[in-house]
């Protein structure tokens, strides 16, 4: 699977078999203001999250997180995600 990902002011390629990949999340433009706290809360009370969390138990996971120039809110983020990173045996954040 052929997997793009913006670096610097270009777009890199990744090589990623399929096999690998079990669901990629793409962001969406919106120019609004959000509360990205209720909303995270109403994702991670879905069964999506249930399924993604028996998919990665015991399995090593890896995470692609924006580089410093994007304005993403990381704290929010990840303070609802890292419970569920627990059930990984191994999580690498690559940034990118």
Known sequence: ????????????????PEANVSYIIRPW??????DNRAILQQVMAGPEVKDFREKITGRRLCVF?????????????????FGVFRTCSFVRFVIC
């Open 1 to 16: 699977m052929k997997v793009d990902i913006h670096y610097g002011d270009g777009i890199m390629s990744l090589g990623i």
């Open 29 to 34: 433009q919106d120019e609004g203001q959000v």
């Open 65 to 81: 997180l924006d580089d410093g120039t994007r304005d993403e809110p990381f704290e929010d983020i990840f303070e609802q995600l």
